[in-house]
């Protein structure tokens, strides 16, 4: 393969900037199957529903975590979703201390699934065009790849 790294004649596998472009190009073809969305719904907001309607009901602190934002952020992000009907606060007894949960709303979930629908149509189309082997390979290595857990540095 081309695009394969060798380093002192061990196969290395692929250049990850190979790796990079190719995802970069395909996650660009995946956003542009919700353009109708734009100026609409930010993306911001988009992401956060995906995560939240994957998780089912997650506190502000995991949602905070998965965006890579402050609580803050997350706060303020969550204020305007709730106003668009995306997203819904509870509270919960939990323990001795009140917790506070996110969950997607009925009007959240069907934009997700719509979302996701989107995705997996341009997806099946891109498969569609690779042989079966070709998908097999491809398949087992983002298997592979979901596999690997960050290498967490002691400081």
Do not use: N, Y
Not at 59 to 77: D, E, N
Not at 85 to 110: C, D, K, M, P, Y
Not at 133 to 155: I, T, Y
Request: glycine share 10%.
């Amino acid at each position: 393969m081309e695009h394969d790294r060798v380093q002192d004649g061990a196969d290395c596998g692929p250049d990850p900037a190979f790796v990079e472009a190719e995802f970069s190009r395909l996650w660009g073809r995946l956003e542009r199957a919700t353009d109708e969305l734009s100026g609409t719904v930010p993306a911001s907001q988009l992401r956060a529903l995906l995560i939240i309607d994957d998780s089912g009901v997650l506190p502000p602190s995991r949602l905070a975590a998965a965006l890579g934002m402050s609580q803050s952020g997350v706060g303020r992000l969550c204020d305007r979703m709730a106003a668009a009907g995306l997203l819904r606060r509870s509270e919960l007894a939990a323990g001795t201390r009140r917790e506070i949960t996110l969950a997607a709303t009925a009007a959240g979930q069907r934009l997700a699934g719509w979302i996701r629908g989107r995705r997996r149509a341009v997806l099946a189309r891109e498969l569609g065009s690779m042989s079966a082997a070709g998908r097999q390979a491809l398949a087992r290595g983002l298997g592979e790849l979901a596999a690997v857990r960050p290498k967490v540095s002691a400081s």
